[in-house]
Structures are given as C-alpha cells and as structure tokens.
C-alpha cells in the first residue's frame, strides 16, 4: 500500500494551470486519473521553473519531476523484479538481476519514453528541446516520474498495469539474448542445476549433397523430447535444438513437467 501523498494544487503551475497535456496524455494512455497535478509534475522539467517563477513571482514555483523520478525508479524495479521472480521460476539470483538490468536501463527507458511520445509533452525551459539524438537521460528521468506519477495517482496496482505493458513485450527478448550466445551450454547448465544430469543431443535426419548437408537434431532428457534444430553441421543443428529447449523451458512451467517425467521413470 501507497502512503497517502502531500497534496498537489494544480494552481501552483501557473502560467499552465490550464494545459491540457496531462490529460491528453492519460487519454492516449488510457490511464484514470484523479489528481492531474501529478502527472504535470512528472511533466515538469527542472529547465522550466526559472520561467515559471519570473513569470509568477507572487506563486509559490513548484518543483521539478526529479522527487517523482526517484520514486519512479524505485517502483520500476520493484514491479520489474517480482515478474522476473514469477515469470521464470527457475532462474538463479545472477540471471534475475541480468534481466532486471537490462530491462530498466536507461537506453529502454528512453525508447518506451519515444514510444508514447513523451517528449512532446514535457514542460521544458526555452531552447530545450528533445530530438532524436539528445535529451535521454531528459526522457528516462520523465518515463520514471510518469510511473511514480501514476503510483501516487491509481496505486501501486496501477503503476504495475502501465509498466507490465511494455515489460511484457520485451521480456521474451532480453531472456533470449544469453541463451542466444551459448544455447547448449545455457541448457546443460539449466538442466544440471534441477535434475543433475544433462541433455542427450542425436542427429535424427540429414539431407542433401555432401557439400551442402543439413542436419537434424534432437535434444532429449528423460525419454522427453525438449527441442529439435537444423544446421549445415552436426554441430549447428545440436546448437539449433538446444535453443528450441530453452524457447519451450525459459519463463513456463514446463520443468515441473520434466521433472514429473523424471519421477515416472524411477518408480
């Protein structure tokens, strides 16, 4: 639970009490909101006070989305963690932390910022400008605010709804990427660390002229079937059927299944 936040008066945004841009861009989110002077503050860029302030010297300028951006942070990894906890049961502490790492990066925040067209909503100082090629660190910090915004805003529950969003999508992608590298050495290590014992890898087809054989092959464990591949040497397909494995095993419950498999053949 989200303790009750300080109170957020829209007037103290003058002279843009009356944008609209938080709520255009809850409507292009599909976020409810209740108090919209969240998400202006999470819109609000430290470059643009001194304007605010000069402009309104009688109202109290309010401060920059950088407290949001901390909160923001904090929750991005949290919600970030736990689905990596339950969405691959098997993994170790060292792959969780991998994966977490590389789905908060700065480099992802700032293309999920581009995504939803963040820049374009920010309250920015004269001459600042968010293009293609500058302003990240700008678009990360916004992106962090946002999620802290919306924590403040509709809950913890709420936050977790808009990240998952985008984690949801790119998961897959980032968990893939070490498999990728060594996929055979990925499966021995994924299956030695739960059943200490490894895959048995056999060539079940081969096809072609000598000089442009494909072979196919079949990664097995307990009599299971686990993934096939084929490549242009025993080698390549064994690689290819061992990726296949970790596609089927990474992030499902399909080692339960294995390991009641295993349970079948030693009775």
Same mark, same amino acid.
């Given at each position: 639970?989200?303790?009750?936040?300080?109170?957020?008066?829209?007037?103290?945004?003058?002279?843009?009490?009356?944008?609209?841009?938080?709520?255009?861009?809850?409507?292009?989110?599909?976020?409810?909101?209740?108090?919209?002077?969240?998400?202006?503050?999470?819109?609000?860029?430290?470059?643009?006070?001194?304007?605010?302030?000069?402009?309104?010297?009688?109202?109290?300028?309010?401060?920059?989305?950088?407290?949001?951006?901390?909160?923001?942070?904090?929750?991005?990894?949290?919600?970030?963690?736990?689905?990596?906890?339950?969405?691959?049961?098997?993994?170790?502490?060292?792959?969780?932390?991998?994966?977490?790492?590389?789905?908060?990066?700065?480099?992802?925040?700032?293309?999920?910022?581009?995504?939803?067209?963040?820049?374009?909503?920010?309250?920015?100082?004269?001459?600042?400008?968010?293009?293609?090629?500058?302003?990240?660190?700008?678009?990360?910090?916004?992106?962090?605010?946002? $999620?802290?915004? !919306?924590?403040?805003?509709? %809950?913890? *529950?709420? #936050? =977790?709804? /808009?990240?998952?969003?985008?984690?949801?999508? &790119?998961?897959?992608?980032?968990?893939?990427?070490?498999?990728?590298?060594?996929?055979?050495?990925?499966?021995?290590?994924?299956?030695?660390?739960?059943?200490?014992?490894?895959? $048995?890898?056999? !060539?079940?087809?081969?096809? %072609?002229? *000598?000089? #442009? =054989?494909? /072979?196919?092959?079949?990664?097995?464990?307990? &009599?299971?079937?686990?993934?096939?591949?084929?490549?242009?040497?025993?080698?390549?397909?064994?690689?290819?059927?061992?990726?296949?494995?970790?596609?089927?095993?990474?992030?499902?419950?399909?080692?339960?299944?294995?390991?009641?498999?295993?349970?079948?053949?030693?009775?």
């Amino acid at each position: 639970m989200i303790p009750p936040v300080a109170t957020v008066e829209e007037a103290i945004f003058a002279p843009f009490v009356e944008d609209d841009r938080p709520l255009e861009l809850a409507r292009v989110l599909d976020i409810p909101v209740q108090n919209p002077a969240l998400l202006r503050l999470a819109l609000t860029h430290r470059s643009v006070l001194h304007e605010w302030a000069a402009a309104q010297p009688d109202v109290p300028t309010p401060q920059s989305n950088e407290r949001l951006e901390f909160l923001g942070d904090s929750y991005l990894g949290m919600i970030v963690a736990e689905e990596l906890f339950n969405y691959a049961p098997e993994a170790q502490e060292g792959e969780l932390t991998s994966w977490r790492v590389a789905l908060v990066r700065a480099e992802r925040l700032v293309a999920w910022a581009r995504e939803i067209d963040l820049g374009s909503y920010l309250y920015l100082g004269a001459g600042e400008r968010v293009t293609e090629s500058a302003r990240d660190r700008m678009l990360a910090g916004a992106f962090e605010a946002l $999620i802290g915004a !919306i924590a403040l805003d509709s %809950g913890l *529950d709420g #936050a =977790r709804d /808009f990240v998952l969003r985008f984690v949801h999508r &790119d998961i897959d992608s980032v968990m893939a990427r070490r498999e990728a590298a060594n996929p055979k050495g990925r499966l021995q290590e994924l299956l030695q660390d739960r059943f200490r014992v490894g895959p $048995i890898y056999r !060539i079940v087809d081969s096809e %072609g002229p *000598d000089h #442009a =054989r494909v /072979f196919t092959a079949e990664v097995m464990i307990f &009599d299971q079937t686990l993934g096939t591949g084929t490549g242009q040497s025993k080698r390549e397909s064994e690689q290819a059927a061992a990726r296949d494995a970790l596609s089927r095993l990474i992030g499902k419950r399909a080692l339960d299944r294995l390991a009641a498999a295993r349970n079948g053949i030693m009775e």
